[in-house]
């Protein structure tokens, strides 16, 4: 019997777990989470073990994908455990249309209605979330999140980890670094360095005093 194991069983793991069953390779999809054993199903699926003990299910081999929201932490635990012999699969939701010339890496996950268009890369353990598209040409570093609605122009780069809130919008030709954070709503015009948070239509940085995205 084939076995999809999540790694994170909050919200995000939810849909990770509809779109696995979309997708329609698995016998059975299970969790494991650190709210085990006080959790033992998340709509209708199991939670076998925490996170810990979910490492020995199988002696460390079979399907996974890590379903954490923290970019950094998400992109960590895909490399430990390709390391210690399991195998991060690559979740692209039947909805979606990805062109038959982008490079998507394991771990990574592509939601319904999302678009990924001709040459694009996309690297490992990054969310595209629903409704998200990546032009022609896009360069997605590991670990970024490009929320619902997101949507990049063509030959964008994305440094490794950032993360792009809800409706944000990168033009054509843009470089944004590592560990960026994009408001939701934004529209980048301009390159962005790392760690920067931006914020704003056009987006710049947010200063100290500015409330959050």
Known sequence: MSTLLIFGAGGHGKVVAETARAIGNWNEIMFADDA????????????????????????????????????????DLTTQLRQSGFNPVTLIHPAAVVAQSAHIETGTVIFAQAVVQAAARIGSAVIVNTAATVDHDCSIGDGVHLSPGVHLGGEVEIGDYSWLGVGAVVINRTAVGSGVTVGAGSCVIGNVSDGVTVVGVPARPMRPDQPGD
């Open 36 to 75: 085990y054993p006080q959790v033992t199903a998340v709509d209708g699926y199991p939670v076998t073990a925490d996170f810990s003990g979910a490492r020995s299910i199988g002696g460390g081999h079979g399907d996974v994908i890590v379903a954490i929201g923290d970019n950094r932490k998400r992109s």
